[in-house]
C-alpha cells in the first residue's frame, strides 16, 4: 500500500498570502488529522476528518481551514499568512471508524517558510 | 486533558550501549500510548503501541516500551543502539472512546549515537 502523501514538500510565501496544501491518506483510510510541527512549540493538532465532515479541532486561529473531499483526500488553507506559521505541517491518516486502534499515519510533511 | 512528558530533550549513548528514552504521561482515564521516531526532514514513523493487554510491547527496529500504570511511564528502550537510531523519538498519547482522535505529543528527545 502507497503511504500518506503531501503535496507540495515545500513552500515559500510571503506574509498576508494564502496558502493550501493537499494531503493523499492511504487507500481505505478515511480520517485525515493536521499537525503543526514548530521548533518553539512541538506538535500541535488543528484538525481531524472524516468522511468530509471536521471531527476535531484543536486550538488555532480561524485562518486555518481544511476540509475532506469524497475519495478522503484533504487540504488545509492558511489565510493571511504570518512569520509565525512557518513551520513543518504533517498530514496523518487513519482507520477512523470501526473498531478503531488510533494508529495515525504520518506523511513527509509540508515545509512552509512565510518571508 | 491529557499531557506528555520526555524527560531529557537530548540523549547521548554510544554505538552498543543501551537506549532508554523516558516518558511519562498524565491522563484522567488509562490512554493509549505510542512512540515514533522522526528522521531529518522527513514525517512521523510509528514505533510501537500500547492499547490494552500485554504491557510489554515490542516494535520495530527492536524497540520496546513497557506501560506501567502506576508510574504513568511508557519508556522507550533498545538493548543495543545503532548509528541508524540516531533520530528524534516522540512519546504521544490518546485516550480513546471519547470522540477525540487527537494525538498529544511530548517534546521529543533527540538520540545522539557516538562510534
Known amino acids: 500500500k502507497a503511504g500518506v502523501t503531501q503535496t507540495p514538500r515545500y513552500l515559500i510565501k510571503t506574509r498576508g498570502q494564502q496558502v493550501t496544501l493537499s494531503c493523499s491518506p492511504i487507500?481505505?483510510?478515511?480520517?485525515v488529522s493536521w499537525y503543526q510541527q514548530t521548533p518553539g512549540q512541538g506538535l500541535q493538532f488543528l484538525f481531524e476528518?472524516?468522511?468530509?465532515?471536521?471531527?476535531n479541532k484543536g486550538n488555532f486561529p480561524g485562518r486555518f481551514s481544511g476540509r475532506q473531499f469524497s475519495n478522503s483526500r484533504s487540504e488545509m488553507n492558511v489565510s493571511t499568512l504570518e512569520l509565525g506559521d512557518s513551520a513543518l505541517y504533517l498530514c496523518?491518516?487513519?482507520?477512523?471508524?470501526?473498531?478503531?486502534?488510533?494508529?495515525?499515519?504520518f506523511g513527509p510533511g509540508t515545509r512552509l517558510t512565510v518571508t | 486533558a491529557q499531557s506528555v512528558t520526555q524527560l531529557g530533550s537530548h540523549v547521548s549513548v554510544s554505538e552498543g550501549a543501551l537506549v532508554l528514552l523516558r516518558c511519562n504521561y498524565s491522563?484522567?482515564?488509562?490512554?493509549?500510548l505510542f512512540w515514533y521516531v522522526q528522521y531529518p526532514n522527513q514525517g512521523l514513523q510509528l514505533l510501537l503501541k500500547?492499547?490494552?493487554?500485554?504491557?510489554l510491547v515490542k516494535g520495530i527496529n527492536g524497540f520496546e516500551a513497557e506501560f506501567k500504570k502506576s508510574e504513568t511511564s511508557f519508556h522507550l528502550t533498545k538493548p543495543s543502539a545503532h548509528m541508524s537510531d540516531a533520530a528524534e523519538y516522540f512519546c504521544?498519547?490518546?485516550?480513546?472512546?471519547?470522540?477525540?482522535?487527537?494525538?498529544?505529543f511530548g517534546s521529543g528527545t533527540r538520540l545522539q549515537v557516538q562510534p
Open positions: 496523518a491518516s487513519s482507520s477512523g471508524a470501526g473498531a478503531p486502534t488510533y494508529e495515525q499515519y
Open positions: 487507500s481505505g483510510h478515511r480520517s
Open positions: 476528518y472524516f468522511s468530509e465532515t471536521q471531527r
Open positions: 491522563s484522567s482515564v488509562p490512554p493509549y
Open positions: 500500547y492499547t490494552t493487554g500485554a504491557t
Open positions: 504521544a498519547v490518546i485516550v480513546p472512546d471519547t470522540g477525540r482522535r487527537a494525538l498529544t
